[in-house]
């Protein structure tokens, strides 16, 4: 099998005085990723990101300083003289290497950022460092991974309700803790490898943050006597044997173990109403129902939302992580482990591998968790983030309305963004009506097969009458009974109020 070279690049090391002044540095010459999108342009700037650096490369020609920035650190040229203070330093530390035609990026450093919810104009101006993403590099047991799809991924989901201390648990280059810091007074982030520590603490140094403490350890151990209002974590995710191929993707632990294992011991490390959000995979075992093997993992007392994002079969999950390592899927040595992952796989009677968000949350003593898993397919318009607070939210509303008397005494608006979609299917005597579905058009857009009586019901929802007697009108409409239409719908009801779809009067989505 292909064995992970032993990291054969030194950790960073510049000092905060240094990472001041080259930050300083990048701002006087525009490069940030507003300046870099302006300079390239939307075309040069999307070919940038396909892989594709040739566009880019000749949008800065003319460009002076800051076109020599990107191509020293996003295009992967050599430059005789960029615009950076105290080259020697910078070589000395890690993140320049000298060649005989001048410097060129040792190490990955890009402008990264946030919306300012302060500032609908503005940003966080952020600088993310980690490990160059070539196939070489990658292939290091303690590459640390930039900003990746996962990272971008679970920052965008995370809740931001402003709280005292956050723990970012598995750091790795500190993505998520520049995004903790922008709602949480202190930041604790941990990881097991000191090359990623390094990397994070020059990230939140080149970032202005400083409201981060780092520590090093595995998993929760360097926190075990405390306690956060809120936990992210990025953790390595991937099911295969146990082995730690990858120090940033692999736990250690056979199959989902380690994920099912971490989400025991979150609660322990959480103040009463803390949250939890990481991403996690999880295996679909022959025989098994996947929702209740993961439902099973949730310690008692806890809310929880499960978001199963995607599903891939065995052979796409390995060939996946295969790429993602740099390795020549063709090779002999990458073909036995391919054959080695796919035999456990197999031996393990796993179907597919799925993959998504969790949302964990404490629950006073008392009152009755409410546990969810769900599959959420497709391209997301919007990011999470709103969504997983409201999530919380309608949870508390359902929670304080659980017995059929509080939730028909209601009064629910419809989400301004619902609409009802009708189709129909074609037969032998043209198109007929199949039915209906009410979709919600931002968010997830979640979609809701309804029958007539649900329509009307969902359209009576202004805030105006509470619920109970809007099925009194329409058992009136529809000529039914009105304990049966109750009956019928109310579980609907917390399915719609649960995704959004209604809304608690005096509410907005």
């Known amino acids: ?16 005085d240094l990472c001041a002044r080259l930050q300083d540095g990048l701002l006087e010459q525009g490069f940030t990723t507003t300046g870099v999108r302006d300079l390239l342009g939307a075309g040069a700037h999307a070919a940038l990101t396909r892989g594709e650096p040739e566009a880019a490369a000749r949008a800065t020609r003319e460009a002076g300083g800051l076109g020599s920035l990107v191509r020293l650190f996003l295009l992967g040229d050599t430059e005789p003289a960029p615009p950076l203070p105290e080259i020697d330093a910078l070589v000395a530390g890690g993140l320049l290497a000298r060649t005989p035609d001048g410097v060129r990026a040792a190490m990955d450093l890009r402008p990264y950022g946030e919306d300012d919810p302060d500032d609908p104009a503005g940003e966080a101006l952020w600088y993310v460092l980690s490990d160059l993403d070539t196939p070489a590099a990658r292939q290091d047991r303690d590459h640390v991974t930039g900003v990746g799809g996962a990272s971008l991924t679970l920052a965008s989901s995370l809740v931001r309700t402003p709280v005292r201390d956050t723990l970012d648990l598995g750091t790795g280059c500190g993505v998520q803790a520049l995004h903790a810091s922008r709602f949480s007074g202190r930041v604790t982030a941990t990881d097991v490898a000191p090359r990623a520590l390094a990397t994070a603490r020059a990230t939140l140094a080149l970032s202005g943050v400083h409201t981060v403490d780092l520590v090093e350890g ?10 956060f209002d809120a936990i992210v974590s990025n953790p390595p995710f991937v099911p295969g044997p146990a082995r730690v191929e990858y120090v940033y ?10 994920l099912a294992g971490l989400l025991h011991d979150l609660p322990a490390r959480l103040r009463p109403g803390g949250r939890a959000q990481l991403l996690g ?16 993992w949730i310690p008692e007392g806890c809310d929880a939302w499960i978001v199963q994002r995607e599903v891939t079969d065995p052979a796409l ?20 482990q391919a054959a080695a992952w796919l035999d456990w796989l197999e031996d393990e009677r796993v179907e597919a591998v799925g993959f998504g968000f969790l949302l964990l949350r404490t629950v006073p003593d008392g009152r009755a968790p409410e546990i969810v898993v769900e599959d959420l397919p497709g391209e997301l318009a919007d990011p999470l983030n709103a969504e997983m607070a409201g999530w919380l939210d309608r949870v508390d509303w359902l929670r304080d309305h659980a017995t059929d008397e509080a939730l028909l005494g209601a009064r629910l608006t419809l989400s301004p963004n619902a609409t009802l979609e009708r189709y129909a299917v074609a037969g032998d005597e043209g198109w007929s009506d199949a039915g209906a579905a009410v979709v ?21 929802c202004s805030g105006a009458l509470p619920l ?14 009105v304990d049966a239409l109750v009956q019928a719908a109310l579980p609907a009801v917390r399915e719609f109020v649960r995704h959004g779809v209604l809304l608690p009067a005096g509410t907005a989505r």
């Not at 099998?1 to 032993?6: F, K, L, P």
């Not at 595995?218 to 306690?227: F, G, I, N, Q, S």
């Not at 995979?281 to 099973?296: F, I, K, M, T, Y």
């Open 468 to 481: 109970e007697e809007l099925f009194a009108l329409l058992s009136y409409a529809h000529d039914r009974p």
């Open 249 to 258: 993707r692999d736990s250690g632990q056979a199959g989902d173990a380690a």
């Open 317 to 336: 999950h390995v060939g996946t992580w295969q790429r993602d390592a740099g390795l020549d899927l063709s090779a002999p040595a990458t073909r036995a």
């Open 1 to 16: 099998m292909n064995a992970a070279r032993s990291s054969p690049t030194p950790s960073p090391a510049l000092s905060d």
């Open 281 to 296: 995979s999880w295996l679909h075992v022959r025989g098994e129902d996947w929702p209740d093997r993961v439902r099973a």
């Open 440 to 460: 919600l058009a931002d968010g997830p857009q979640w979609r809701h097969e309804v029958d007539e009586p649900a329509a009307a019901l969902l359209a009576g």
């Open 218 to 227: 595995p998993w929760l151990a360097p926190v075990a006597d405390r306690r």
